[in-house]
C-alpha cells in the first residue's frame, strides 16, 4: 500500500516492503552530481523548490562546503555564481577549486527547511557557519 503526498513515501510493513522501499529511495533521491558551471546549472536544475549540496573537488574527492534550500533551484545556484555572492567562504571556494553540485527536489517549504538541516548536520559545510 503505497500513499506518495508531499514528496515523501508511506507504507506498512505487510503490503509489498522492498518495493515501497525502491520507490520511497526513487521518490527522495539526489541528483546526479554535476559540475558547477553556469552551462550545467542552466542544463540540469529545475525550477522547482529543492535542497542543494555545493561540493569541491581535491585528490579525487567531494567535500560539501555548503548546503541550501530555495524555492527556485535553478536562479539560487546561477546567484551564487554570480560576482555579488554575499557569502564570502562560497566566493572563496568557487575561485580556488573545480566545483560541483547536486540537488534534491523538495516542494513544500518545511520539508526543505527539514532537508537542509539535515544535510547540514550530516556534512557540517563550512560556509554555513
Request: glycine letters at 4%; proline letters at 4%.
Amino acid at each position: 500500500m503505497y500513499d506518495i503526498s508531499n514528496g515523501s513515501v508511506r507504507y506498512t510493513k505487510r503490503f509489498w516492503p522492498e518495493r515501497a522501499e525502491r520507490l520511497a529511495m526513487a521518490v527522495n533521491s539526489w541528483s546526479a552530481t554535476f559540475r558547477y558551471t553556469e552551462a550545467d546549472v542552466r542544463r540540469v536544475a529545475p525550477v522547482t523548490g529543492g535542497v542543494y549540496k555545493l561540493m569541491y573537488a581535491q585528490n579525487a574527492k567531494l567535500y560539501v562546503f555548503y548546503v541550501g534550500q530555495s524555492s527556485n533551484l535553478a536562479e539560487r545556484l546561477l546567484g551564487h555564481l554570480g560576482s555579488a555572492e554575499p557569502n564570502a567562504c562560497i566566493r572563496r571556494h568557487l575561485q580556488s577549486y573545480t566545483c560541483h553540485f547536486d540537488f534534491l527536489s523538495v516542494s513544500t517549504e518545511s520539508e526543505r527547511l527539514r532537508v537542509e538541516s539535515d544535510t547540514i548536520r550530516q556534512f557540517n559545510p563550512p560556509c554555513n557557519a
